[in-house]
Each structure stands twice: as C-alpha cells, then as structure tokens.
C-alpha cells in the first residue's frame, strides 16, 4: 500500500550529498536494525527490528493487523547496488532440526510439497532458482494453501512484466483483490537472466525476495475473521516453468520462537 525510499551518498564535511536513490520497499514498513558490519557469528547475539501495527487499507474500512515485516539486512553488492536479504540467523538457528532441504527441478508439470516431506507448515524458508530466458510466463509458489488446496498465495516473478508479485485473490481473504507488485530495478538482465525468489512464512507474515534487490512484504489472512493459517498442514506448490526457463526448489521448515 505503501512506498519507503533509499538514499546512498557520501558525507564531506557533515554534508550528506545524494548519488542515488529509489524505493527501499514495496510492502508497507520498515525499520532499519542496528549493528555494524561484522559477520555474525551462530552464538551471536544482536539486535533485530521488527514490527507490526494497525492500519486502515485504502478502501477497505476497518481491519485488523496491517503494519508487519520480518527482519532482514539492508546491504550494498559489488557493484554498489542496495540489496535486501533475510537474516544470516535463520540459517544458522532457526532451520528446525532434521527438516533436511527438498530439492526438485521443475518440469513439464508443477509439484506440491506438502506431507510426503518435512518441507510444511506455516514457518517456512523456501527458494526458488531459476535460469533460462523468457519473455512471457511467470515462476512461483503457491503458498498456505488449505488442505484441499483451493485457497492459497501466490509469490512469483513475471518474465513479461519483469516484476515480482504477490498475488492474493486465491486466498480467500477479504483482500482478495489485491496483487502487490515490485519491478526489479534494470530487469533481470543485469544478473545474467538469473531469478532467485526467496519467500520467508511466518504463519500470516510474509517476506518475498527477488534477487536480493526488491522485496514486498505482505500479510495473508481472512482480515474480518482474522482466521490466520494454521501450522500442521500448510502445503507449498511449485508452479510450472515457461518454456526455456528450469528452476530448482528448496525448502526448509523453521522453529517458532514464542
């Protein structure tokens, strides 16, 4: 609903003078962590910035819980882009014991992982990596959907618009009209055709990376009834490739930290 922006720059003199600038977020908040840039060790512990609040869609009258992220790192890449990635510690703390990654190249059909694996739930890491060109058609996942798979979220990115989306209006919540969108700054071309599409689940919460450079957050759940999803059977669905483009798939189950 709405935009934050980045400024990068040098300061000279306690003179902040701007070299680039664009939007830091396609979802709705975001409060930047503390810390320096020392890598952080598994036994480390710092700050993390979280946040979720009330607010009011445009349009859709009084709701529930609508300021929210997860935590991630804001940093610059090699070639001083502003990049965003999920935080080095769900690597490292939070992959839950024995939820061994599941890996799939996608084919000619799509796959669900759901109960044939440890790769469920509603706190999940899930990457998906593909490589080929297309100029039309989209890659992606179906996420939270119910047990007989008709209501779900679909986290993709779309060759022809050049644009990672969430698309809610499979989800069976009031906001069902509601497709957010986030164009990948240069187009994919910049990364070699490359598309890497990072989706962290916590229960409602969602946070879906594109190449580590553009990021929507969003929130799924039946806002009146604030039913959220729960947990036990929450199914991933890969959805098929276009043609020329192959994706692998892995996925990791997380702990809830109460």
């Not at 396609?26 to 979720?52: E, I, K, M």
């Not at 946070?207 to 604030?226: D, T």
């Amino acid at each position: 609903y709405f935009t934050n922006e980045f400024f990068l720059g040098t300061i000279t003199d306690n003179k902040f003078k701007v070299e680039d600038r664009g939007l830091l977020d396609y979802g709705q908040y975001y409060a930047a962590r503390t810390g320096g840039g020392v890598p952080q060790s598994p036994n480390g512990r710092r700050v993390l910035f979280s946040a979720t609040g009330w607010h009011n869609p445009p349009g859709m009258g009084s709701c529930k819980t609508q300021l929210h992220l997860i935590p991630r790192d804001i940093k610059l890449d090699n070639k001083g882009r502003i990049t965003f990635n999920p935080i080095p510690e769900i690597a490292h703390t939070l992959r839950k014991p024995g939820s061994a990654a599941f890996e799939l190249s996608a084919g000619a059909a799509g796959r669900y992982i759901d109960g044939a694996t440890t790769v469920k739930g509603s706190s999940l890491e899930l990457h998906l990596n593909c490589s080929g060109a297309a100029n039309t058609g989209t890659v992606g996942l179906q996420i939270l959907a119910h047990a007989d798979k008709s209501k779900y979220t679909t986290v993709g990115y779309d060759y022809g618009a050049k644009q990672l989306f969430v698309d809610h209006s499979n989800s069976g919540a009031q906001a069902s009209t509601i497709k957010q969108v986030a164009p990948l700054a240069g187009g994919v071309q910049s990364d070699g055709n490359a598309v890497e599409i990072v989706v962290l689940v916590d229960r409602g919460l969602v946070e879906s990376f594109l190449n580590r450079r553009a990021v929507i957050s969003s929130f799924v759940s039946e806002l009146m009834a604030e039913t959220t999803p729960a947990p036990a059977e929450r199914t991933v669905f890969v959805a098929e490739a276009p043609s020329g483009v192959t994706c692998t798939f892995v996925g990791y189950e997380l702990m809830e930290l109460m």
